[in-house]
Nanobody, 120 residues
């Protein structure tokens, strides 16, 4: 089975920094695009950042310039470094990966979600 496990969430003051991690486990042939989404209470889930298998990146305008998404293919992991955090960044963050299992096609998987709270 394939599983995405997140870590690194927590409470941070405005202007602070946080690094989210997500690692895929299981028998995996390859991983295509990986990304981070977030959802605040009562709001729609939105894409924060994504990174393709050839390291092309895409960021939401609200985090562009203060966030960096990266991946470590050897570790089957994706990371989101967030700086200059604002209260509006408060949300549950979910990692996502499009994974090809050995002998199968590409399917999308989600992490369990990590709470990020930005407050003074």
């Amino acid at each position: 089975q394939v599983q995405l496990v997140e870590s690194g969430g927590g409470l941070v003051q405005p202007g602070g920094s946080l690094r989210l991690s997500c690692a895929a486990s299981g028998i995996i042939f390859s991983i295509n695009t990986m990304g981070w989404y977030r959802q605040a209470p009562g709001k729609q889930r939105e894409l924060v950042a994504a990174i393709t298998s050839d390291d092309s990146t895409n960021y939401a305008d609200s985090v562009k310039g203060r966030s960096t998404i990266s991946r470590d293919n050897a570790k089957k992991a994706v990371y989101l470094q967030m700086n200059s955090l604002k209260p509006d960044d408060t949300a549950v963050y979910y990692c996502n990966a499009d994974i090809r299992r050995r002998g199968g096609g590409v399917r999308s998987y989600w992490g369990q979600g990590s709470q990020v709270t930005v407050s003074s």
